[in-house]
């Protein structure tokens, strides 16, 4: 992150994409630009999560259908990760397969147990251009793989199945934000 950024500080609180939208289901665009809007949108996404209260954001997620997502994580030792990344690529997954909760700020108030990898690789790059490597590990791990999933169209209701995806359908059907009764 460039010297002074402070996230979020700046940033404009945006409305949230729920499930439904067909942007969240839409695979996004590689970012070409990275001037001052792409410096805005990581400022909004801080703003919109924080505001929010979650861990992770993407871009789509405020309907903007472009490769970018903010985190500020912990891992499974409590260690802060904070920062964003512009057309990451998942590019390593080890470790063992944990079924864990997973929530979602397009879902609010649902979470489903969702098997993620304990450690997890990406790449990609800064709002500046500079290429950067994230690992890692624990729940980090999974925010990374949750957030990926978001830019490849991909919720994490998708990842899962038979039991628990019927339980978690009725949930959304029911959330007030969907529309449901």
């Known amino acids: 992150m460039r010297h002074g950024f402070i996230p979020g500080a700046r940033g ?13 289901h839409t695979p996004c665009a590689e970012v070409t630009d990275f001037g001052p809007e792409l ?4 400022e909004d996404l801080f703003a919109t999560m924080y505001a929010a209260e979650g861990v992770g954001l993407a871009a789509n997620q405020v309907g ?3 490769r970018v997502f903010v985190y500020d994580c912990p891992d499974d030792e409590d260690v802060r990760h904070l920062g964003h990344v ?26 489903a ?7 997890a690789v ?9 290429p950067i490597t994230i ?6 791990a999974r925010c990374l793989q949750h957030e990926c999933d978001h830019l ?8 899962v199945s038979g039991r628990r995806h019927r339980r978690l359908m009725r949930q959304v059907a029911r959330a007030s934000w969907s529309g449901g009764s």
């Open 113 to 119: 147990g969702t098997v993620r990898h304990d450690h």
């Open 64 to 66: 903007e259908a472009l």
């Open 152 to 159: 490849d169209g991909t919720v994490y209701a998708d990842r």
């Open 86 to 111: 512009v057309n990451p690529r998942l590019v390593a997954l080890d470790g063992v397969e944990i079924r864990g909760p997973e929530g979602c700020l397009s879902l609010p108030g649902l979470e």
């Open 122 to 130: 990406v790449e990609g790059s800064t709002m500046t251009g500079e």
């Open 135 to 140: 690992h890692g590990t624990g729940w980090f």
């Open 12 to 24: 404009r609180v945006r409305p949230l994409t729920l499930l439904g939208s067909p942007v969240l």
């Open 39 to 42: 410096a805005a949108l990581v």
